[in-house]
């Protein structure tokens, strides 16, 4: 078993920054060799894709230019960089991992809130 803890999330304005981190830790995984990613889900709709990294990198439509994911497999840790946020971004935002591909991660994180004022 895996366990994902997102962190760093918050209140910020329209065109400002974030970035959110992810910790995996957990008995006999190799983090370096597991895809990782985020989701999220906004108030009223449906958890959503954002963004993976594997053995490439995608994005989601809505984030592809503005958010940039990146790893540190020493760490164990992901994170998500998100520049010229937007009121549409605000949403709670999910870790996760593992998978066989990037639309079904088999382990999800508890989420952190994500808000964009305009």
């Known amino acids: 078993q895996v366990q994902l803890v997102e962190s760093g999330g918050g209140l910020v304005q329209t065109g400002g920054s974030l970035r959110l981190s992810c910790a995996a830790s957990?008995?006999?995984?190799?983090?370096?060799?597991?895809?990782m990613g985020w989701f999220r889900q906004a108030p009223g709709k449906e958890r959503e894709f954002v963004g993976w990294t594997g053995s490439s990198t995608y994005y989601s439509d809505a984030v592809k230019g503005r958010f940039t994911i990146s790893r540190d497999n020493a760490k164990n840790s992901v994170y998500l960089q998100m520049d010229s946020l937007k009121p549409e971004d605000t949403a709670v935002y999910y870790c996760?991992?593992?998978?066989?591909?990037?639309?079904?991660?088999?382990?999800w994180g508890q989420g952190t809130q994500v808000t964009v004022s305009s």
């Open positions: 996760v991992g593992g998978g066989s591909n990037r639309y079904r991660p088999n382990y």
């Open positions: 957990g008995r006999s995984f190799s983090f370096y060799a597991m895809g």
